[in-house]
């Protein structure tokens, strides 16, 4: 079992910059897509309202 979390934690050492870049964008993401979300629901646009208008046959 002490082999297996080595070696979990000797690449946890070698990916560490890599991880940190993905976790850092995964971040950026999530909270541009919350904000985003959150900002867009206050929004209460004016109903759209269709209007029947007379055919003119000839």
């Given at each position: 079992m002490s082999i297996i979390i080595a070696r979990f934690s000797n690449w946890l050492r070698e990916k560490k910059e890599p991880m940190i870049i993905v976790?850092?964008?995964?971040?950026?993401?999530t909270l541009s897509f919350a904000l985003g979300y959150l900002?867009?629901?206050s929004d209460n646009p004016a109903p759209i309202v269709i209007e029947q208008y007379a055919?003119?046959?000839r």
């Open positions: 976790i850092a964008v995964f971040v950026a993401i900002l867009g629901r055919s003119h046959s």
